[in-house]
């Protein structure tokens, strides 16, 4: 390794996911290095909406106060035939679970401008720009070895000298076309939908008629999406074949007809200045996940590892989840020395979540607004009537967000113990601390905390000792009960919060003890610990 400078962790690709992921490194003190292609944040908009669970993540990397001022909270979704009439509401509310609204419009070159201005501020992060990364390569002759370090090989601008830069960690961030992909050996499962659609970016001073939320337009022969993203700000999307152009004379009518319903446009192009075109862009959304994404110390995020279809805007959402969830275990191995193990879950929690999301994508996609064949039709009638029952639209928001599967860090109770906490998030309500009103979130700071509503039992005394976690009395919130109604409906005394604010255990109602510590102690239970937390060994359960 002569020759070439180590740092602990290389991120390809500098957009949301990677330098979101930075961030979250460098809360957990583990430096980066964020490699990225272009110069600058690229200047056009592609995503325009997250949900309550990402407006949480961002408050995690410090710039949720500053996304706020930008973005524009939406009032859901509606699905409508091709006269415009509605067939279901997604309703989604101004203050969710995670204690943000649960969708919000934003664009995307200005939350990116966010995330490089934090990252500029934090000495553990050096983002290289105008850099193109030409390979990813395991320093070992077993490239599935779990440890040993990763060389990169990347040249810079106007260069023609490669260069070399060795990782205990690389993470793959770098999109659809992944170089670290390929590097790792993975290939594209196919989950069955790929469609070409116009994506049209507007900023118009015109009355646009919308109801400040999404609307999907279910029609066999032209289905649409359109979404107000800012104050003068508008996207509409539209299936349309490469051969239907909406510049000069003959394009501006062909637009005019399909903005028709929300905005009126003089039929002289001449006499439209207000109605700006930022971008058009034509583009095959499809569905596909990655067979594996992880390699020795070399990890896939975001869409490297994931395509989804846009019909519930969930692309980037899964991309910045994908960075919550690892960010904080690779951080425990490298800092702490955890079990290798430990990394292992990211793929087992994550892929499932991903999966599971792109086809609900799909069932919208295909049921509502996939294809001109009988099926199709015969599939949006019977999504329309589903809508109709009470509850449906609920539910499906609610899967947006299941609970994590089962695993080493997500012990399940069995059904007859009561509804189970395990996999899920921890609400974050508004809370006192020392005269100051604060998210939860904000107390909590960035590693394990346990919630209880009971004095702590000596078992509970000796986690927090040995995780260096957080012990916090429910009663002392003052968050007019929020966390305490939460415990009380799961059956539970107390709950081990996860970094990722993930309920990794329990403490059953009346028990006193944490169920499953013997599954997830070996993965967690470290060499190396903070300075500050005394060392003292984890109890085995005590439970059967």
Same mark, same amino acid.
Request: charged share 25%; net charge neutral.
């Given at each position: 390794?002569?020759?070439?400078?180590?740092?602990?962790?290389?991120?390809?690709?500098?957009?949301?996911?990677?330098?979101?992921?930075?961030?979250?490194?460098?809360?957990?003190?583990?430096?980066?290095? +964020?490699?990225?292609?272009?110069?600058?944040?690229?200047?056009?908009?592609?995503? $325009?909406?997250?949900?309550?669970?990402?407006?949480?993540?961002?408050?995690?990397?410090? $710039?949720?106060?500053?996304?706020?001022?930008?973005?524009?909270?939406?009032?859901?979704?509606?699905?409508?035939?091709?006269?415009?009439?509605?067939?279901?509401?997604?309703?989604?509310?101004?203050?969710?679970?995670?204690?943000?609204?649960?969708?919000?419009?934003?664009?995307? #070159?200005?939350?990116?401008?966010?995330?490089?201005? &934090?990252?500029? @501020?934090?000495?553990?992060?050096?983002?290289?720009?105008?850099?193109?990364?030409?390979?990813?390569?395991?320093?070992?002759?077993?490239?599935?070895?779990?440890?040993?370090?990763?060389?990169? *090989?990347?040249?810079?601008?106007?260069?023609?000298?490669?260069?070399?830069?060795?990782?205990?960690?690389?993470?793959?961030?770098?999109?659809?076309?992944?170089?670290?992909?390929?590097?790792?050996?993975?290939?594209?499962?196919?989950?069955?939908?790929?469609?070409?659609?116009?994506?049209?970016?507007?900023?118009?001073?015109?009355?646009?008629?919308?109801?400040?939320?999404?609307?999907?337009?279910?029609?066999?022969?032209?289905?649409?999406?359109?979404?107000? $993203?800012?104050?003068?700000?508008?996207?509409?999307?539209?299936?349309?074949?490469?051969?239907?152009?909406?510049?000069?004379?003959?394009?501006?009518?062909?637009?005019?007809?399909?903005?028709?319903?929300?905005?009126?446009?003089?039929?002289?192009?001449?006499?439209?200045?207000?109605?700006?075109?930022?971008?058009?862009?034509?583009?095959?959304?499809? &569905?596909?996940?990655?067979?594996?994404?992880?390699?020795?110390?070399?990890?896939?995020?975001?869409?490297?590892?994931?395509?989804?279809?846009?019909? /519930?805007?969930?692309?980037?959402?899964?991309?910045?989840?994908?960075?919550?969830?690892?960010?904080?275990?690779? &951080?425990?191995?490298?800092?702490?020395?955890?079990?290798?193990?430990?990394?292992?879950?990211?793929?087992?929690?994550?892929?499932?979540?991903?999966?599971?999301?792109?086809?609900?994508?799909? =069932?919208?996609?295909?049921?509502?607004?996939?294809?001109?064949?009988?099926?199709?039709?015969?599939?949006?009638?019977? +999504?329309?009537?589903?809508?109709?029952?009470?509850? $449906?639209?609920?539910?499906?928001?609610?899967?947006?967000?299941? &609970?994590?599967?089962?695993?080493?860090?997500?012990?399940?109770?069995?059904?007859?113990?009561?509804?189970?906490?395990?996999?899920?998030?921890?609400?974050?309500?508004? !809370?006192?601390?020392?005269?100051?009103?604060?998210?939860?979130?904000?107390?909590?700071?960035?590693?394990? *905390? /346990?919630?209880?509503?009971? #004095?702590?039992?000596?078992?509970?005394?000796?986690?927090?000792?040995?995780?260096?976690?957080?012990? /916090?009395?429910?009663? @002392?919130?003052?968050?007019?009960?929020?966390? =305490?109604?939460?415990?009380? %409906?799961?059956?539970?005394?107390?709950?081990?919060? %996860?970094?990722?604010?993930?309920?990794?255990?329990? !403490?059953?109602?009346?028990?006193?003890?944490?169920?499953?510590? =013997?599954?997830?102690?070996?993965?967690?239970?470290?060499?190396?610990?903070?300075?500050?937390?005394?060392?003292?060994?984890?109890?085995?359960?005590?439970? =059967?």
């Amino acid at each position: 390794m002569s020759g070439a400078s180590r740092t602990p962790v290389v991120i390809i690709g500098a957009g949301p996911v990677g330098v979101t992921a930075a961030l979250m490194l460098a809360r957990h003190g583990v430096p980066s290095i +964020v490699m990225e292609r272009h110069h600058d944040v690229y200047p056009l908009p592609r995503a $325009v909406v997250v949900d309550d669970e990402i407006r949480r993540i961002l408050q995690s990397v410090g $710039v949720h106060e500053e996304f706020a001022a930008l973005a524009r909270p939406a009032r859901g979704l509606r699905l409508l035939d091709a006269r415009h009439r509605v067939i279901a509401e997604f309703a989604r509310t101004s203050q969710g679970h995670h204690g943000f609204p649960q969708t919000s419009m934003f664009d995307q #070159p200005e939350l990116e401008r966010l995330l490089r201005d &934090a990252l500029a @501020d934090r000495p553990e992060c050096e983002l290289l720009g105008g850099v193109e990364v030409l390979s990813v390569t395991p320093d070992t002759n077993d490239p599935d070895a779990s440890t040993g370090p990763v060389r990169v *090989t990347f040249r810079r601008d106007g260069s023609d000298h490669e260069e070399h830069l060795w990782a205990d960690a690389v993470l793959g961030c770098d999109g659809a076309g992944s170089i670290t992909r390929d590097a790792i050996g993975a290939a594209w499962e196919d989950l069955h939908f790929e469609e070409s659609w116009r994506v049209i970016d507007v900023r118009t001073s015109r009355q646009v008629r919308t109801w400040e939320g999404a609307e999907q337009i279910c029609c066999p022969t032209r289905p649409a999406t359109f979404m107000r $993203v800012g104050e003068d700000r508008y996207r509409w999307e539209f299936r349309l074949p490469d051969d239907q152009p909406l510049d000069g004379p003959a394009g501006w009518e062909r637009l005019r007809e399909l903005v028709a319903p929300w905005v009126n446009l003089p039929s002289d192009p001449s006499l439209g200045d207000d109605f700006e075109v930022i971008r058009q862009a034509q583009y095959t959304f499809r &569905a596909r996940l990655a067979d594996r994404w992880r390699r020795g110390r070399v990890f896939l995020l975001g869409d490297a590892a994931h395509l989804t279809p846009p019909f /519930i805007g969930q692309g980037l959402c899964a991309g910045l989840r994908d960075a919550r969830n690892l960010t904080w275990k690779l &951080a425990h191995v490298l800092q702490q020395g955890a079990d290798e193990e430990l990394l292992d879950t990211y793929e087992r929690e994550r892929k499932p979540h991903a999966r599971h999301v792109i086809r609900l994508a799909v =069932a919208i996609g295909w049921a509502m607004t996939g294809g001109q064949d009988r099926g199709a039709a015969v599939r949006r009638a019977i +999504v329309g009537a589903a809508c109709r029952l009470p509850g $449906v639209t609920a539910a499906v928001s609610r899967d947006l967000s299941p &609970a994590l599967t089962a695993g080493p860090l997500v012990r399940r109770r069995p059904k007859l113990t009561g509804r189970t906490l395990a996999g899920t998030f921890s609400p974050q309500p508004w !809370v006192r601390h020392e005269g100051r009103r604060v998210r939860l979130d904000d107390l909590l700071g960035d590693s394990f *905390t /346990i919630l209880t509503t009971v #004095p702590p039992t000596a078992q509970m005394r000796a986690v927090a000792a040995a995780l260096g976690a957080r012990t /916090i009395r429910v009663d @002392d919130l003052d968050d007019e009960g929020t966390v =305490a109604a939460w415990l009380a %409906r799961g059956r539970a005394d107390a709950v081990l919060l %996860r970094p990722d604010r993930v309920v990794m255990d329990t !403490v059953p109602a009346g028990t006193g003890d944490f169920t499953d510590t =013997a599954a997830w102690a070996p993965l967690l239970h470290t060499a190396r610990r903070p300075a500050d937390v005394r060392h003292v060994p984890l109890p085995r359960s005590t439970t =059967a």
